[in-house]
């Protein structure tokens, strides 16, 4: 059997502490986590859930009734956004502008496929009174592992990264949330047998 790191969930030789910062941050974060992506061995939730002091990683499709997001969206002084395409939805960078006087932000993100992703969305009815927003200001995903089957193609560390990084320009801090995923990738191609990466991720 193999044993995983309790922290962080990776296998004991993938694990990826020593690389995790604590990150301070303005902006909250909800994580909505699909219940089949808890295991994955290439999943970066944890990462946002153990660098950052604002976030709260949630697992389940049907959120409707889940009393700690609906805690968390009971609170006034927090504008929520979910991060998802929706016809109305307002390209991230518009948000810093548009903020008003004393109200934070947070951002709720939808961790799974774009298929289990949509399933969260319809399924969880207190969503739909919420803004949506997409992000603008995202490379591409820093490697394609997983073939574009997320969301706007990155990962759900860099959707963090991202979406942060739009309201919270100067906060130099959150680079470090990228350092455990570039540590976690590289792994992952190590495991790879030779000319696999260069064959289908380049
Ligand atoms: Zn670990």
Request: net charge neutral; with cysteine; charged share 20%.
């Amino acid at each position: 059997m193999r044993s995983n790191c309790q922290r962080c969930g990776k296998a004991e030789k993938a694990c990826i502490c020593p690389w995790i910062q604590s990150v301070d941050t303005k902006t909250e974060l909800i994580v909505l986590q699909h219940p089949s992506e808890v295991n994955r061995a290439i999943g970066t939730a944890r990462i946002l859930d153990l660098a950052l002091a604002r976030c709260q990683v949630l697992v389940g499709e049907d959120f409707s009734d889940d009393a700690a997001l609906n805690q968390a969206l009971a609170r006034r002084d927090i504008r929520w956004f979910v991060l998802y395409p929706s016809e109305t939805a307002t390209p991230v960078s518009a948000l810093r502008a548009s903020g008003e006087s004393d109200e934070n932000i947070g951002f709720i993100l939808l961790d799974g496929t774009w298929k289990k992703a949509y399933k969260m969305w319809q399924l969880s009815r207190n969503l739909h009174a919420l803004a949506t927003c997409t992000l603008d200001n995202a490379e591409d995903g820093r490697y394609q592992i997983r073939k574009s089957s997320k969301q706007s193609g990155v990962s759900t560390v860099e959707a963090g990264f991202y979406a942060l990084k739009a309201i919270e320009p100067n906060n130099s801090a959150l680079n470090a949330l990228l350092v455990p995923f570039e540590q976690m990738i590289q792994f992952q191609i190590a495991q790879m047998p030779a000319g696999v990466f260069e064959k289908n991720y380049q």
